[in-house]
Each structure stands twice: as C-alpha cells, then as structure tokens.
C-alpha cells in the first residue's frame, strides 16, 4: 500500500481545517451523537473515516472539521460523551489525507467519481 501524501505548502483547503483523532466505543449511535455536537455547534464536517480496531471493541475515527479557530468548545463536549476513549489534533494530517483515503477506495472498486 503506498503511503499517504505529506501536507504541502502549496495546496491549501478551500477553509481552515483541522484534523480530529477519536478512539470511541464501537456501538451503535456513537457516530451519530458525536456528529450531533459538530452539527449543533454549526461546524461542517469536510470528512470522516471510521475503522474498527482489532477485537471490534473500540474505532478508531479521523475527522476533518472546518472553522478549525473555534474547535476548542467542540472539543471540549467530546470530551465528555461516554462513547470517547480518547481526543487528539493531528497537525501533521491534513485534507491530502483524506483526498489520497478517497482515491485509495475508489481504485480499489473500480472507478472514480
């Protein structure tokens, strides 16, 4: 598998954007009550990755949210929702991640949107 592009300089996203990091319960209606604060806080999601960790347990989720300069509060409610085992920013991801994540999937079927 190649590895994934490194921020560059050069090509900036659209808005300020920030990576998100959660280790969450593997349940259902996790997703949905962590997305429910995002929405409510008026942030817009730019794209989500979600993976179950070995065992099923526990996922593992990559959030790219906009309008990065007022995540503090968001952060703040995740951290206290039950289905959150662990928070972290994560500087040295950015939107190529999820753009080199969405190429990865569509090669793997077949075709491109």
Known sequence: MPN???PSPDRKPPTP???LELRVQNHPGAMARITALFADGGFNLEA????PLPGG???RM??????????GHVEE???RLP??????RRADLG??????MAEMGAGAHGHHR
């Not at 989500?48 to 993976?51: A, G, Q, T």
Request: aromatic residues 8%.
């Open 57 to 59: 347990i526990e996922s």
């Open 83 to 88: 289905d959150i085992l662990a928070l972290r």
């Open 95 to 100: 939107h190529e991640y999820f753009e080199w």
């Open 48 to 51: 989500i990755l979600c993976v």
């Open 17 to 19: 954007t920030t990576v």
């Open 4 to 6: 994934p592009p490194t």
């Open 77 to 79: 409610e995740l951290a």
């Open 62 to 71: 990559l959030l790219l949210v906009s309008d990065a300069h007022r995540l």
